[in-house]
C-alpha cells in the first residue's frame, strides 16, 4: 500500500514470518576473501575520490572561463 508518484509506501510486518527466524544471516568471508574484498573497496574509494577530484578542478577551471 503507498503513494503513486511518490516511491512512499507501508508494508505491514504481521503474522509468521515477521521475526528474527526470517532475517537475513551473512557468511563470514575466509581471510583471502575478506583480503580482496577489502582491495576491491579501496580500489572503489581511490576512484570516487579521483573523480571528485576531477570534478572540483573542472568547475574551477569552468568558473574562471571569461
Known sequence: MGIPGTGIYYASH??????FHSAHQETLLGPQEQAGQDRKAERVLI???L????MV??????SAAP
Open 57 to 62: 578542478a573542472l568547475a574551477l577551471v569552468l
Open 47 to 49: 576512484f570516487v575520490v
Open 51 to 54: 573523480a571528485a577530484i576531477v
Open 14 to 19: 504481521t503474522g509468521r514470518h515477521s521475526g
